[in-house]
């Protein structure tokens, strides 16, 4: 007979002691969370789009070179009314703030250079400029959704010859694409005032004047822009 003291537990006692949980230690528990090798989205296929990474602050002084890239569908923006729409957008998104002031487009994306008081007018105009044409080209070519495949990507020119670089890239980018036309009709170069040689730009533009020093004045020093000239190398397309 066993007595009180016997370390005896019934066959119900010895199931409850069994399901009870037992307490690892932190060398014992399954690793989770971390970097691991496979994890994360799939990579896609084609370009890589731009990372979500904080953009650098904006000093006022320096212009930028912006490229904006369109959805893959979009065949081409090179069409003689989405190219209206898009001058027509480029006008209405100038601000105190905020400048547009030389653009080329090409079948899937538009390049740009632009003024901004700060990081904070550059993302706002750049965002304002990207609804207004959105939404102009979506009623000429009949679609709907989100125009603009990626986040834009954006170079301030610091010195001279970086902006003489991005206007000659900006203004000559057809020829970057293989055609041969001297004065892209698709860009702003019909209104621009720095080639050299028998050349009349046109009045009215949509695009805004310079007020930084390199802008207007600094990339002058380094020469007028002859009409033949071509960027150099492969740049950025």
């Not at 037992?22 to 990372?51: N, V, Y």
Request: with cysteine; charged share 25%; hydrophobic share 35%.
């Amino acid at each position: 007979m066993p007595t009180l003291c016997d370390d005896i537990f019934s066959p119900i006692q010895m199931a409850r002691r069994a399901a009870q949980p037992t307490q690892l230690s932190f060398a014992d528990r399954p690793k989770w969370g971390g970097k691991r090798e496979g994890a994360g989205r799939p990579p896609g296929k084609g370009r890589r789009p731009m990372p979500h990474r904080a953009r650098p602050l904006h000093n006022r002084s320096y212009p930028l070179h912006v490229t904006m890239r369109a959805q893959r569908e979009v065949v081409s923006l090179r069409r003689g009314r989405v190219i209206a729409r898009i001058k027509e957008a480029i006008a209405a998104a100038h601000k105190d703030n905020f400048r547009i002031l030389h653009f080329s487009v090409q079948g899937n994306h538009v390049h740009l250079m632009v003024e901004a008081s700060d990081q904070e007018a550059l993302s706002e105009g750049m965002r304002g400029f990207a609804i207004r044409m959105s939404h102009a080209v979506n009623r000429c070519l009949g679609r709907r959704g989100q125009l603009i495949a990626e986040r834009y990507h954006a170079k301030e020119l610091k010195t001279p010859r970086e902006v003489r670089n991005a206007l000659v890239y900006i203004h000559a980018n057809n020829r970057h694409h293989g055609e041969a036309d001297l004065i892209d009709a698709c860009s702003s170069a019909p209104w621009f005032d720095g080639f050299r040689g028998p050349f009349e730009p046109r009045p009215n533009p949509p695009t805004a004047a310079p007020r930084t020093w390199l802008a207007s004045v600094g990339w002058r020093r380094r020469g007028l822009i002859d009409l033949q000239e071509s960027p150099r190398g492969s740049g950025r397309r």
